[in-house]
């Protein structure tokens, strides 16, 4: 792996060379800089966006019957997604300025209040 | 005393039941024309009141009785012996004649060789005639008859027939069939034989020539019919005779070969019992529908239901002059029709029930006002119809299935979401703490 790699680094050092390098800094970056519990939400947010395009795929590629179940299962990642993405917005230190008067309890009850809404639909819609 | 009245009672009872009567009534009128004896035809007639008929004879201009009288046919069967007859009285017009068939009354034409009225009502009925003045001709096999009296062999399997027919003497004309499905031929001309207008062999050339120019005007040949019946739509019957002596006492009585009786009195036998509607006469009693697993006929079916049809259909017995259950119908179909038929499947008679027909079906995916029909239609058999209305609707909100093994991606994933919520809460509730201390300590850096 090692050897065609630098042998592309010698003919072509632009570009494709450094694309290794900034992507483990930014790794490394990420690692170091994030905080736990976003870490812990980015999780989540990986795990519903696999999970998403998981059904989608078995939806266009093998069936889309019953439909109602797979607006369900896919609604409930994308719902579920957005409702972690908005959370994760929330809570980021970085974000502490825009969001001044809404503490990270407060963020966290809205967002468990708005999956449990989201989770009744889905499930209603899911059978 | 009482053994006697018994006795009485009983023979009176068996007359009863020898009577072979028609399915549609044993009035019977004979427009006899006055050139012709009822005497030379008395072995039909004579076996015809045995069978159990009333018959009326009336001549082509007398007044009385009418056929149709205030729109109602007064005879359930007329035989026109009328081969040359050119007028008759006000009530007997073809017009008339085709509203008897309508009103389900059964006529037996004899045509002549003449033009008469009756040949040209023969040609509403796809049958073609001859030039007048051609009678059928044959010079094979051998005999002493003049060559229009023809013996000819019943080869023609119709139902009918009594099988095992003697050869049937027979003079008068041929005639060709259209391609009327409802004509039922039950006599057709001897190969060798053929129409002419002329009984010289000196006027042969003619022939010989048309045989020469490819047949062009030829009345030949096996595919020309003598005796032919035509069923009507509504259940009447006719039958076209080409010659009255085919029913005449002297040809009944005529040896076919040495010793060898005729066939023409049980032929003619045979025929108007078809014509009068004894033999070949079926009826639908009635058909039932039902959810395969149920008794009762369901007022409306679901799309994709089991469902059960049957039918009951009966043969008019003529001996006993009882409707008997007959399950002899082996190609009958059953259709499941809006607008088109959407199923279409044999009808196959069940084993160990006399008379039911039954089929099981998945009813097709589509919801709409259907119909169960049986619609059978075979030559010379009475034409069956049957047809029931059934509305077929789509499952209630309430009747789809549910958690179908196909949608178990779908399921698992919103479980998986909803379990990765309960999950991320209880870490991020649990692990509150270091990661505040951790955020102050950023804030500290």
Redesign the interface.
């Known amino acids: 792996m090692a050897g065609p790699k630098a042998s592309t680094a010698a003919s072509k050092p632009a570009s494709s060379a450094v694309d290794p390098n900034a992507i483990h800094s930014l790794w490394k970056a990420y690692n170091d800089t994030t905080p736990s519990r976003l870490k812990l939400i980015d999780s989540f947010l990986v795990f519903l966006m696999l999970s998403g395009i998981a059904q989608f795929l078995y939806c266009i590629l093998i069936t889309n019957f019953p439909f109602n179940a797979f607006l369900a299962g896919f609604g409930s990642c994308v719902g579920q997604f957005v409702l972690t993405a908005s959370l994760r917005t929330q809570v980021n230190p970085e974000n502490r300025g825009e969001f001044k008067d809404v503490s990270p309890e407060r963020a966290f009850a809205d967002f468990a209040l708005g999956s449990i809404v989201l989770h009744f639909f889905v499930f209603n819609f899911l059978g | 005393m009482f053994r006697i009245w018994r006795v009485l009672l009983l023979i009176l009872s068996l007359a009863i039941l020898s009577y072979a009567r028609s399915s549609t009534g044993n009035s019977l009128l004979v427009v006899l024309d006055p050139s012709l004896s009822k005497d030379n035809y008395s072995i039909f007639f004579k076996g015809l009141e045995e069978q159990g008929y009333e018959l009326t004879f009336r001549a082509p201009k007398d007044v009385t009785p009418a056929i149709i009288q205030d729109g109602i046919a007064s005879f359930a069967h007329v035989i026109l012996f009328t081969p040359e007859t050119k007028t008759y009285a006000k009530d007997i017009v073809p017009q008339a004649l085709v509203d008897l068939l309508s009103k389900n009354t059964n006529v037996i034409f004899a045509l002549g060789s003449k033009q008469t009225p009756l040949t040209s009502l023969a040609s509403e009925f796809s049958l073609i005639l001859p030039p007048p003045g051609t009678p059928l001709i044959s010079h094979f096999p051998e005999r002493d008859t003049p060559a229009t009296v023809v013996p000819i062999p019943v080869s023609f399997p119709s139902p009918a027939l009594t099988s095992g027919l003697s050869p049937v003497w027979y003079s008068g004309i041929p005639f060709a069939l259209g391609n009327n499905p409802l004509l039922v031929p039950f006599l057709n001309a001897p190969s060798e034989s053929f129409a002419a207008d002329t009984t010289e062999d000196s006027g042969a050339d003619a022939i010989v020539d048309a045989a020469e120019r490819g047949g062009e005007g030829l009345w030949a040949g096996k595919d020309m019919s003598v005796v032919t019946g035509f069923q009507t739509i509504d259940g009447g019957r006719a039958l076209f005779v080409g010659g009255i002596e085919l029913f005449s006492d002297e040809f009944a009585k005529k040896e076919v070969t040495k010793g060898v009786k005729s066939g023409n009195a049980q032929f003619a036998r045979d025929v108007a019992a078809w014509t009068f509607q004894e033999s070949l006469v079926l009826r639908v009693d009635g058909s039932t529908h039902h959810k395969v697993n149920e008794t009762q006929p369901g007022d409306k079916y679901t799309t994709n239901d089991h469902v059960v049809y049957s039918t009951h259909i009966s043969k008019y017995n003529p001996t006993t002059c009882t409707w008997e259950p007959f399950s002899g119908l082996t190609d009958m179909q059953l259709e499941f029709t809006m607008l088109d038929p959407h199923i279409r499947t044999s009808l196959p008679p069940v084993q160990g029930k006399p008379g039911e027909y039954s089929v099981t079906f998945r009813i097709p995916d589509r919801h709409g006002v259907f119909k169960f029909v049986v619609d059978y239609k075979r030559k010379g058999w009475t034409h069956l119809h049957s047809s029931t209305t059934v509305p077929v609707v789509p499952p209630r909100h309430d009747e789809y299935p549910?958690?179908?093994s196909?949608?178990w991606?779908?399921?698992?994933?919103?479980i998986?979401?909803?379990a990765?919520?309960v999950i991320?809460?209880v870490?991020?509730l649990a692990?509150d703490d270091?990661?505040?201390r951790?955020?102050k300590g950023?804030?500290a850096e």
């Open positions: 549910r958690f179908l196909a949608a991606p779908y399921y698992v994933g919103a998986s979401t909803s990765g919520f991320f809460s870490l991020w692990g270091r990661g505040s951790r955020r950023a804030k």
